[in-house]
């Protein structure tokens, strides 16, 4: 280093660090605090957008993901084979260069007639790999559903005759299959779920399904003259598919399109291309659009509070190291060089930390965010931000660290003691405000292609968050201004808490620091568990009361409740024609017995609880219990019928949605009226369970409470409330590293205090318990702190939680009493270890080292 020119104590400055273990951990978790949160936010936004294209991707069906072509097909002469097989090969053709597109599966269909009754004709490229076969299966014929072959009385063998469009053909049936409609719906059939379903409140009649090949279907067609359905699907593998490699794909499909729509001569009575992919990438854009507003404020909160345990690092340096500053500084050496002496010893630490950050960020957003799947734009931002991190962390240690050592022999001037005293906590304090009203508070972003996606509003984030800060800061100076005029009056009976009390008072900025650096992020993270919890409870809420459970079936007729479901669900009875004091309304007759089970009730809900309206009905009291409309009607009339029921209002009740009042009553006086009513089974618990086992049930339709927030509508909100989350795991970290500082910063007074301290007959265990009354007395000042601090901004922001106003019951507040006492315990656990380690330093000690030490 010499022959550089530097001077022997800047040559040695960067491997000088390495034999103070306490400034190195300090500079290096100051470094891993700033590059941490900087280099998660564009890891995190770029995992949300894959997320959300991911979510999107496996919810919807891969018929239509990829490319679906759809057109007819005229079978006059032997055209029709002809025709079909022009367009396979050219689709075929086009689609090979696209990334990641699969090749084509082709559907052939048509109405026909087998034996005496009406079916689907299907030809479908590798059906019989993708059904239940009942009994056969080898050979070409038909497959027939086993509920039309048994009411046929078909066998597997049977010649049966097959009319298609005036030919009528025999054919032997290869097989029977369980019928589609009595399994859960697979992935290969989805294309086809509407023909052997049926629509959603359709009334086009339903077929069984017929499957045979497309060769026998070609041969069955050809020369008819009739005219069949034709699709052909081209999936896309979506493993792996980000928002960056998607659009390849996308450019590609479009090339497609535009092929297939101008080849009139492939399709001469017209063609519908569509692929859900555009529209799908287009989403997962506006969730990362979304996102932004809410995660780069909280990755900038974090890292300032990174830069400020920085700046006390640097703080730290200058007082470990004033004898040898002090000499240079005594021989020639200023501020600047100083500073530049720091910058060269906590380099090393600084990026050792900087990177430790940026490995830490991946981690973290890898397990705590929504899916570890990074585009390489997203890998490039997060380095260079660790870069950013690295830079401005040496140049928080180098500022303080030249101010810090421009005043080593002089007396801080009038001007800086004036600037200490200036409120400074009202520029946050403003700046909240200011955002506040500011800010957009729209709760939704969207467009034409993709619709809308719901977001936590930005001023949502970043008013509490400089709310906060404002606050902490006041709350640090009045603690400051009053330990520095309070005055130990005697001495306390016990010996720890009065040597703790004794230290407090000696040191009132630094007490005022550690509880302000505890209060902040505590407020933190107790007020983004707040707004997950409440957001996430009031979506909740509002999605399961619209539908009134998690499944919700309109059955046919009456059916029994299925043997696995009888613990969870409820037969209901539904009515929609009844007046109560001239308002119409809808009525639902319920078992009581059952009825609780099965419907979803929160109990943070105003009014009575569900339990007790059901305790009134199933006691045989007369009463009708009417949500939505006014109070105090007192007549009931149902299908025409005056009942004499007593009406008590409440504010919801399961199943009440947006439109008409909701009426509920027992099912024996709905039932007893002789009504047509439309029988319905609720069922709580998971659908994927749910849907097969009422397979066997005549079901017409259903409704479950997770399609109000399907299609990625409210994912953003989501995946902030991860953010959230994972910047809350920051918390402990800022705790510890200020901890680590309060009390490095006072060991060599402790030391030589301690070895008077056992002159005066003061044993080690009063010792530890004086450094456990000093350490958790301040940190349990800044843990009451922060929960107040973030009451406080749950108090201000409480009403913007509901991010659908329209939609009762409103905001349902959900305190985190769990992380308040995993904080709460962390907070114990921190401080029994931070005053054992003090307490075994201070006792390792020797007397005789100690009174001769002068540093």
């Not at 510890?736 to 500082?741: R, T």
Request: aromatic residues 6%; contains cysteine; glycine residues 10%.
């Amino acid at each position: 280093m010499k022959r550089w020119g530097l001077p022997s104590p800047w040559a040695r400055a960067p491997w000088m660090l390495l034999r103070r273990p306490a400034i190195s951990v300090a500079v290096a978790a100051a470094a891993f605090l700033v590059a941490l949160p900087a280099a998660a936010a564009a890891l995190f936004l770029s995992a949300a957008g894959n997320a959300s294209l991911r979510d999107q991707t496996a919810d919807a069906c891969p018929a239509f993901t990829g490319a679906h072509v759809e057109a007819s097909l005229e079978f006059t002469g032997a055209s029709g084979a002809r025709q079909l097989d022009r367009r396979v090969r050219a689709l075929t053709e086009a689609g090979a260069p696209v990334p990641r597109l699969s090749g084509p599966v082709v559907t052939l269909t048509s109405r026909a007639t087998v034996g005496t009754g009406t079916v689907s004709l299907v030809a479908r490229d590798g059906f019989a790999d993708n059904v239940t076969v009942l009994d056969g299966g080898s050979g070409p014929g038909l497959w027939l559903p086993d509920g039309f072959a048994g009411a046929q009385g078909i066998r597997v063998g049977d010649q049966v005759p097959v009319a298609l469009t005036g030919r009528t053909a025999m054919m032997p049936v290869a097989a029977v299959y369980a019928d589609l409609r009595s399994q859960p719906d697979r992935p290969y059939w989805c294309g086809l779920v509407d023909l052997y379903r049926g629509k959603p409140l359709g009334e086009v009649a339903i077929y069984p399904l017929a499957l045979v090949s497309r060769d026998d279907f070609l041969a069955l067609a050809d020369g008819t003259g009739s005219v069949a359905g034709t699709t052909v699907e081209l999936a896309v593998n979506t493993d792996g598919l980000t928002t960056a490699n998607v659009h390849p794909v996308l450019d590609g499909l479009q090339r497609l399109r535009d092929d297939t729509n101008q080849a009139v001569d492939r399709y001469p009575g017209g063609v519908r291309f569509s692929s859900g992919l555009p529209a799908m990438a287009e989403r997962a854009d506006l969730v990362v659009g979304a996102l932004t507003g809410t995660v780069v404020p909280l990755a900038a909160a974090a890292t300032l509070a990174g830069l400020v345990v920085a700046g006390a690092a640097g703080g730290f340096w200058v007082d470990r190291r004033r004898a040898e500053l002090t000499v240079l500084s005594a021989r020639g050496a200023g501020p600047v060089a100083l500073a530049g002496k720091a910058v060269l010893e906590v380099a090393l630490v600084v990026a050792a930390g900087a990177v430790g950050g940026w490995f830490a960020a991946r981690a973290l957003v890898g397990s705590a965010g929504p899916i570890a799947l990074f585009t390489p734009a997203a890998r490039a931002g997060s380095v260079w931000a660790t870069a950013g991190a690295f830079v401005v962390t040496l140049g928080a240690i180098a500022l303080v660290a030249a101010r810090r050592t421009a005043h080593l022999f002089d007396v801080p001037p009038v001007r800086a003691h004036r600037r200490s005293r200036m409120p400074w906590e009202v520029l946050p304090l403003a700046g909240a405000v200011v955002s506040w009203f500011v800010l957009g508070d729209d709760v939704q972003t969207g467009s034409a292609g993709a619709g809308t996606v719901a977001h936590v509003p930005p001023r949502l984030v970043v008013a509490p968050i400089l709310l906060v800060i404002a606050l902490a800061l006041g709350v640090a100076r009045l603690t400051r201004w009053m330990l520095a005029r309070a005055r130990a009056r005697g001495g306390p009976a016990h010996a720890g808490l009065f040597l703790a009390t004794r230290r407090v008072l000696a040191g009132p900025v630094a007490a005022a620091v550690l509880i302000g650096a505890t209060a902040v992020p505590v407020a933190l993270a107790v007020y983004g568990a707040s707004v997950t919890g409440s957001v996430e409870r009031t979506l909740h809420a509002e999605g399961q009361l619209i539908v009134g459970t998690d499944v919700v079936f309109s059955l046919e007729g009456p059916a029994p409740v299925p043997p696995a479901l009888v613990d969870s669900a409820s037969a209901v009875s539904y009515y929609n024609n009844a007046r109560v004091g001239g308002t119409t309304v809808e009525v639902i007759g319920v078992d009581p017995a059952t009825f609780g089970r099965a419907a979803f009730w929160d109990p943070a809900l105003p009014g009575p609880s569900l339990d007790d309206l059901l305790g009134r009905l199933a006691s045989g009291e007369k009463i009708a219990v009417l949500a939505g409309a006014t109070r105090g009607a007192s007549t009931v009339d149902i299908g025409g019928r005056a009942m004499p029921l007593t009406v008590v209002g409440v504010p919801q009740l399961p199943g009440k949605k947006s439109g008409n009042p909701l009426l509920m009553v027992r099912q024996d006086v709905l039932d007893g009226l002789g009504l047509v009513t439309r029988p319905q089974l609720w069922v709580r618990g998971d659908p994927d369970r749910i849907l097969p086992a009422v397979a066997g049930l005549p079901v017409r339709t259903y409704a479950e409470a997770a399609s109000v927030t399907a299609a990625g509508v409210y994912s953003p909100i989501t995946y902030t409330f991860g953010f959230l989350a994972a910047v809350s795991l920051l918390c402990g970290a800022i705790i510890i590293v200020g901890l680590l500082l309060y009390l490095t910063a006072k060991a060599r007074a402790r030391r030589s205090a301690y070895v008077l301290l056992k002159r005066m007959s003061v044993s080690a265990a009063d010792h530890w318990r004086s450094l456990f009354f000093e350490v958790g007395g301040l940190l349990l000042a800044g843990f009451v702190a922060g929960l107040a601090l973030a009451a406080v901004a749950v108090a201000f922001t409480y009403g913007a939680y509901d991010l659908n106003p329209a939609t009762v019951p409103g905001t349902v507040l959900d305190v985190p009493w769990g992380l308040v006492g995993g904080l709460a315990a962390a907070a114990v656990v921190t401080t029994m270890l931070a005053a054992a380690v003090a307490q075994r330093a201070v006792s390792r000690a020797r007397p005789a080292e100690v009174l001769r030490d002068s540093r």
